[in-house]
């Protein structure tokens, strides 16, 4: 079968990144002509095994691209170079081991090709250093692209703010991939402007669910006085520094039941890296039902 322009592009990209031949045939490598825009080129691959199954990690000049194709499981993740923290190869005897830190988790690679490792490193500390020299444009730069952008501001009302601000449990519901739908009991924060944020760590289920589909929804009860208020909306990762600070602080803060503190139980999780995320409400509804 002849090749097509773009799988004979990726292909001499790939040998340029340290790919070996036994590299070129595995699953992975032979699903990126279905991945790989034409608008973008490869610079970098590490390939070994994870976990769940073999996979593969591709830096293009637009993204970082993480592959695994499993026995029983199958995933593709897309990274922006501003979600990442860090880079790290180490030693375990013979096998070399790679760890990609981002804020949403760790990527996690074993019995990789070094060579391929240098190359890859090699490009994302470019990377690296030209987000360091912008530091200022990409703080104040917008959160990372929403799949649907509300048509317009979802108004909040002085009942309904004055019910968010006097709560702040909530249940959050997310759906995987597979379309279950995972509810969550969640801390929330609504600020000055009317903006939603919750906190979690980078590897609980919710955080996997909102990475994979954005659309979430709210929902907060009071029992005593029979209020409601339901929120659907989009989530993203808040990439604002203050506003991230700011989000931690309040909702990290331990709360008094009866007469002892107890702390937030995002604070008890100990897999993953805290990350906030920003709720755009789509659609808002309260009820006061005592009326």
Same mark, same amino acid.
């Given at each position: ?5 773009? $799988? ?7 040998? $340029? ?11 992975? =490598? ?7 825009? !034409? ?29 695994? #194709? ?9 990274? &922006?170079?501003?979600?990442?923290? &860090?880079? #790290? =190869?180490?030693?375990? &005897? ?7 830190? =981002?804020?949403? &988790?760790?990527?996690?690679? =074993?019995?990789? %090709? ?10 994302? +500390? ?8 912008? +530091?200022? %444009?990409? !703080? $104040? ?20 703010? +004055? ?12 759906? %995987? ?13 609504? %600020?000055?402007?009317?903006? *939603?944020? @919750? ?37 993203? @990762? ?18 008094? *039941? ?10 008890? @999780? ?6 906030? *995320?920003?709720? @755009? ?11």
């Amino acid at each position: 079968m002849a090749l097509s322009e773009l $799988q004979k592009r990726i292909n001499s990209e790939l040998r $340029q990144a340290g790919v070996t031949s036994y590299g070129q045939h595995k699953l992975v =490598t032979r699903s990126l002509p279905n991945i790989i825009r !034409d608008d973008e080129n490869i610079h970098g691959v590490v390939y070994g095994w994870s976990k769940n199954g073999f996979a593969m990690l591709v830096a293009t000049n637009n993204r970082i691209i993480y592959l695994l #194709r499993g026995l029983l499981t199958s995933s593709v993740d897309e990274l &922006g170079y501003d979600v990442v923290s &860090g880079i #790290r =190869t180490k030693s375990q &005897g013979v096998i070399t081991v790679l760890v990609l830190h =981002t804020r949403i &988790g760790d990527y996690r690679l =074993t019995n990789i %090709n070094n060579n391929c490792a240098r190359i890859f490193i090699a490009y994302v +500390e470019t990377r690296f250093e030209h987000l360091e020299e912008n +530091e200022e %444009n990409i !703080d $104040q730069s917008p959160p990372l692209q929403i799949q649907q952008t509300p048509k317009a501001p979802v108004s909040v009302t002085p009942e309904a703010r +004055e019910f968010l601000i006097e709560h702040d449990l909530a249940v959050l519901s997310t759906k %995987n991939q597979a379309g279950d739908i995972w509810g969550a009991v969640v801390y929330y924060l609504v %600020n000055d402007q009317n903006e *939603f944020f @919750i906190l979690t760590k980078s590897e609980t289920r919710k955080a996997h669910n909102m990475l994979s589909d954005q659309h979430v929804s709210l929902t907060i009860y009071d029992q005593k006085t029979v209020q409601t208020l339901q929120l659907q909306g989009i989530t993203e @990762i808040e990439t604002s520094k203050p506003k991230k600070e700011y989000v931690y602080e309040k909702i990290t803060q331990a709360r008094m *039941f009866g007469q002892a503190p107890i702390n937030s139980p995002v604070t008890k @999780i100990h897999d993953g890296s805290y990350v906030v *995320f920003h709720i @755009i409400p789509t659609n808002l509804a309260f009820h006061d039902y005592k009326i």
